[in-house]
């Protein structure tokens, strides 16, 4: 599950949102924007129960991290994080058979092709099985189907960056597969009304095969929608 909870700095939201979170029952969790610092670990940790990690913001702005449940098996590599919060990555590998990439991003809003060709040469040293990358990208793949009343395309050269990612990486959008010509969005904004699909996921090709389900779920203490996906590896 992938949220830009758009901020967990007070204390009675932080505790909200994860027990929210928490009753969703997925396996790990990715959160963007979450304002979180390394001082605020030890309540986070002790919040949520299970391991956590943390790519460190501001309080007031920026800030990933990736929370663990106990409901599967599964042991951590290598972490990688940014200097600025927008990336969290993790090597994981799961039941003792697959090795995962689990790359948690949170887009800059300004237009920063070198931030994304970044994400690719982390993804290109990576020897193991499948790639998962998910996140508020701030970006979309397909104007004509992810924007709603927008002008212009943003952030141009993150974009063309992200397109030629999924070619060279082999990775598929598993939301853009199940709803091929279908109009949603992860965001909006009022006054005027706008909305974008910038949060969605990119798996390895082979993953589609062990996609039971991906969502566009509701929102929930954001102006971003929560989106899911869920694999079931026990198919190999």
Same mark, same amino acid.
């Given at each position: 599950?992938?949220?830009?909870?758009?901020?967990?700095?007070?204390?009675?939201?932080?505790?909200?949102?994860?027990?929210?979170?928490?009753?969703?029952?997925?396996?790990?969790? +990715?959160?963007?924007?979450?304002?979180?610092?390394?001082?605020?670990?030890?309540?986070?940790?002790? *919040?949520?129960?299970?391991?956590?990690?943390?790519?460190?913001?501001?309080?007031?702005?920026?800030?990933?991290?990736?929370?663990?449940?106990?409901?599967?098996?599964?042991?951590?590599?290598?972490?990688?994080?940014?200097?600025?919060?927008?990336?969290?990555?993790?090597?994981?590998?799961?039941?003792?058979?697959?090795?995962?990439?689990? +790359?948690?991003?949170?887009?800059?809003?300004?237009?920063?092709?070198?931030?994304?060709?970044?994400?690719?040469?982390?993804?290109?040293?990576?020897?193991?099985?499948?790639?998962?990358?998910?996140?508020?990208?701030?970006?979309?793949?397909?104007?004509? +189907?992810?924007?709603?009343?927008?002008?212009?395309?943003?952030?141009?050269?993150?974009?063309?960056?992200? +397109?030629?990612?999924?070619?060279?990486?082999?990775?598929?959008?598993?939301?853009?597969?199940?709803?091929?010509?279908?109009?949603?969005?992860?965001?909006?904004?009022?006054?005027?009304?706008?909305?974008?699909?910038?949060?969605?996921?990119?798996?390895?090709?082979? *993953?589609?095969?062990?996609?039971?389900?991906?969502?566009?779920?509701?929102?929930?203490?954001?102006?971003?929608?929560?989106?899911?996906?869920?694999?079931?590896?026990?198919?190999?």
């Amino acid at each position: 599950m992938s949220l830009n909870c758009r901020g967990l700095g007070g204390l009675e939201k932080r505790r909200d949102v994860l027990n929210y979170i928490k009753q969703k029952n997925f396996s790990i969790y +990715l959160l963007q924007d979450t304002h979180l610092t390394m001082e605020d670990y030890n309540q986070i940790r002790s *919040l949520w129960g299970f391991e956590i990690f943390l790519s460190p913001g501001k309080s007031n702005a920026r800030g990933t991290a990736i929370l663990f449940n106990n409901n599967f098996e599964y042991k951590i590599y290598n972490e990688y994080k940014d200097q600025e919060g927008n990336l969290l990555v993790l090597e994981i590998n799961i039941y003792d058979k697959y090795d995962l990439l689990v +790359l948690n991003i949170y887009g800059p809003n300004m237009d920063n092709p070198d931030f994304f060709l970044k994400i690719s040469e982390i993804i290109s040293d990576f020897n193991g099985d499948f790639v998962i990358l998910a996140g508020d990208f701030n970006l979309v793949q397909d104007p004509s +189907l992810d924007y709603y009343n927008y002008k212009c395309i943003n952030n141009k050269k993150s974009r063309e960056v992200v +397109l030629r990612m999924k070619d060279i990486h082999a990775l598929t959008d598993p939301w853009r597969v199940k709803h091929e010509n279908t109009c949603r969005y992860t965001w909006c904004r009022n006054n005027p009304t706008r909305k974008a699909r910038l949060d969605f996921f990119l798996i390895s090709n082979e *993953l589609m095969a062990l996609v039971d389900n991906v969502n566009i779920a509701a929102r929930y203490r954001s102006d971003h929608s929560r989106i899911e996906l869920h694999l079931i590896f026990n198919k190999f």
